[in-house]
């Protein structure tokens, strides 16, 4: 077996157990629905803010949207707040289905199937978070069909292995992106990210800072070159763990200071997915330590 079999196929008993992984990715879609349940019906309901003629206009041929089903059932007389109704207790229901581990296979396909016409019939409200949790949620397909038909765990090492390299392949085009422009090489981009979307109080540390734009400098060219440099730092054993906790710690700024939160949560997850293995013996150990702790301490007081 040479070093890319290995890579891709060898059985890898560090990785996150699978279960934890499809848990994972099945709370991301019910975090996706819960956060926008307040306002689904004025974007994709029978009266949306935005026309069908609109959406059908910004959709690719490929793409099928929520309303292709209501002019579909509207000619055998059923009326599209039904469906409405319908396609949302079946996404919920599905969604339920597959983190209880009942019939997980078809529960995934069905998940997957109704975001992807949620997130084509969103085009125009959509932004990167959506699109990271539709691949997530199509990898799942073939990690519940691992799971569920019993095939062999180098096939679920492979399916990680695919996640790892989609994962450095963002980042580095990310960190390119960036690199490509002046703003965050000036520390521009992270000053006008903070201020314009930060709270009150991130923005009044900003503007205590505002004499001081090395420091803006010093955090966009941070962020360039972790990017930049992830497919590499993250494989390198010497460097993977601080690398990883300096991605979270990059991904807790961006949902703390320009309030992305979803998104900052949905990155952490993508790479606890990819690469939580590398933290999970020092995680154990802490939590060893405080349960021993706790321990100690309720033996003392009896």
């Known amino acids: 077996m040479n070093r890319i079999d290995k890579f891709f196929f060898q059985e890898n008993k560090a990785f996150l157990p699978i279960h934890i992984v499809k848990n994972m990715i099945g709370v991301l879609a019910l ?31 490929y793409q099928f949207s929520v309303f292709n089903l209501y002019t579909f059932f509207s000619k ?8 409405f109704k319908m396609l949302l207790a079946i996404y919920v229901g599905a969604i339920v289905l597959s983190l209880l581990n009942v019939k997980p296979f078809y529960s995934a396909i069905i998940v997957w199937v109704l975001n992807y016409m949620l997130v084509s019939t969103l085009e125009l409200y959509n932004y990167g978070v959506d699109f990271f949790i539709n691949f997530l949620l199509l990898v799942n397909i073939g990690i519940h069909a691992i799971d ?35 703003d965050w090489i000036d520390g521009n981009a992270v000053w006008s990210s903070v201020n314009i979307m930060g709270t009150d109080f991130i923005q009044s540390i900003s503007n205590q800072l505002y004499d001081y734009p090395m420091i803006f400098a010093l955090i966009a060219l941070s962020v360039v070159f972790l990017e930049l440099l992830y497919p590499v730092l993250i494989y390198y054993k010497r460097i993977r763990k601080i690398t990883l906790i300096l991605v979270i710690l990059m991904h807790v700024f961006i949902a703390l200071a320009m309030q992305l939160h979803f998104f900052g949560f949905t990155m952490i997850i993508f790479n606890i997915i990819c690469f939580g293995y590398i933290l999970k013996e020092d995680v154990s150990k802490y939590i060893w330590k405080i349960s021993a702790l706790l321990q100690k301490k309720s033996l003392s007081k009896n």
């Not at 307040?38 to 059908?56: C, F, N, Q, W, Y």
């Not at 055998?76 to 039904?82: K, R, S, V």
């Open 148 to 182: 569920y038909f019993s095939f062999h765990q180098r096939y679920y090492t492979a399916m990680i292995r695919f996640l790892q390299i989609h994962l450095c392949i963002v980042y580095f085009f990310a960190g390119l992106g960036k690199a490509l422009g002046t």
């Open 31 to 61: 975090l996706q629905l819960i956060l926008i349940s307040t306002d689904i019906a004025k974007m994709i309901g029978p009266s949306a803010l935005i026309r069908a003629e609109v959406i059908h206009e910004m959709t690719n041929w």
């Open 76 to 83: 055998f007389g059923i009326e599209a707040f039904l469906i």
